[in-house]
Nanobody, 124 residues
Framework: QVRLVESGGGSVQAGGSLRLSCSVS????????VAWFRQAPGKEREGVAA?????????NYADSVKGRFTISQDNAKNTVYLQMNSLKPDDTAMYYC????????????????WGQGTQVTVSS
């Protein structure tokens, strides 16, 4: 059974940094995407970044986080990270990781498995 567990959320001031971790287990396909999404109250879930778990490790980012967030992976640990720098109050949201993608990387509907989420709060 595919299982994802997020960690690393918290509260920071604007301009600060956080690193989120997503531990993936039970996934039989080694070349699938793992993506980070976020959802703020009253807003739709939006794709933040995604990484291909194949050898090329292709990455994708939402325009709103390019240059500030970096997605990476440690295949030996089956863990995907999201390094978030220069955080802004608009980055405040529940952050989720997801996998088993059958569609566009940024589409929440394309993913079959989700973690429980970790809260990120950025104060001004």
């Amino acid at each position: 059974q595919v299982r994802l567990v997020e960690s690393g959320g918290g509260s920071v001031q604007a301009g600060g940094s956080l690193r989120l971790s997503c531990s993936v287990s039970g996934h039989p396909y080694t070349n699938d995407y793992v993506a980070w999404f976020r959802q703020a109250p009253g807003k739709e879930r939006e794709g933040v970044a995604a990484i291909g778990r194949g050898d090329d490790g292709v990455t994708n980012y939402a325009d709103s986080v390019k240059g500030r967030f970096t997605i990476s992976q440690d295949n030996a640990k089956n863990t995907v990270y999201l390094q978030m720098n220069s955080l802004k109050p608009d980055d405040t949201a529940m952050y989720y990781c997801a996998t088993w993608c059958e569609g566009a990387w940024y589409s929440a509907a394309a993913y079959a498995y989700w973690g429980q989420g970790t809260q990120v709060t950025v104060s001004s």
